[in-house]
């Protein structure tokens, strides 16, 4: 596709349940990020992939929280045992390499009821 | 801690006149800044940056500042369209010219009244 492309776009899910948010890059992109922006506030990095490999995931809240990027192409953002506090809007952006343009996606808003 | 403060959360500007939104940070290891827009249920979009080596980066209509002695920044708008109205946000990184673990503001609205 054209640009970042993020599924669903829009995610109900119950406390304690299982969720799982899909990241598609740009084509050829090396470099993807994701970050959670919760009402009110700016975006917060999570994680980001340099090819297969999680360079730096120490914005990663605690162990319920995974990604992964197993073809250095698609990502998926893992939270187990959902909690109300997770509910906000989650992007992923990618870029060539680190050090160029980043393009970021229309983000997956993640409701926790 | 907010590292990254826009003290802002909106501004309204006339169309035509100079829109300036202002972002500080408390971070004295960010070398590399960065605004995005973000129109409403889209991603943030790449503005403008500059690196901590300068002091003022231009691109068309868009200004950015940098005075480091008073770590602030901002972002002049001039001559400000509709088509800016957005939210604006400030970002920062402390690995150079990398956009891995950017820390961003929460955000300044932009309204153009025409």
């Known amino acids: 596709g054209a640009g970042v492309s993020q599924t669903p776009s829009n995610k109900v899910t119950e406390k304690g349940k299982y969720v799982e948010l899909r990241c598609d890059p740009i084509?050829?992109?090396?470099?993807l990020y994701w970050y959670r922006q919760s009402l009110g506030q700016g975006p917060e990095f999570l994680i980001y992939?340099?090819?297969?490999?999680?360079?730096?995931d120490s914005g990663l809240p605690n162990d319920r929280f995974f990604a992964v990027r197993p073809e250095g192409s698609v990502s998926t953002l893992k939270i187990q045992r959902t909690e109300r506090g997770d509910s906000a809007v989650y992007l992923c952006a990618s870029s060539f390499g680190v050090n160029t343009e980043a393009f970021f996606g229309q983000g997956t808003r993640l409701t926790v009821v | 801690d907010q590292q990254v403060k826009q003290n802002s959360p909106s501004l309204s500007v006339q169309e035509g006149r100079i829109s300036i939104l202002n972002c500080d940070y408390t971070n004295s290891m960010f070398d590399y800044f960065l605004w995005y827009k973000k129109y409403p249920a889209e991603g943030p979009t790449f503005l403008i940056s500059i690196s901590s080596i300068k002091d003022k980066n231009e691109d068309g209509r868009f200004t950015v500042f940098l005075n480091k002695s008073a770590k602030h920044l901002s972002l002049h708008i001039v001559p400000s369209q509709p088509g800016d109205s957005a939210v604006y946000f400030c970002?920062?990184?402390?690995?150079?010219?990398?956009?891995?673990?950017?820390?961003f503001g929460t955000g300044t609205r932009l309204t153009i009244i025409p």
């Open positions: 970002a920062a990184s402390a690995k150079g010219f990398g956009n891995e673990k950017l820390t």
């Open positions: 992939f340099q090819g297969t490999g999680a360079a730096d």
């Open positions: 084509s050829g992109h090396t470099a």
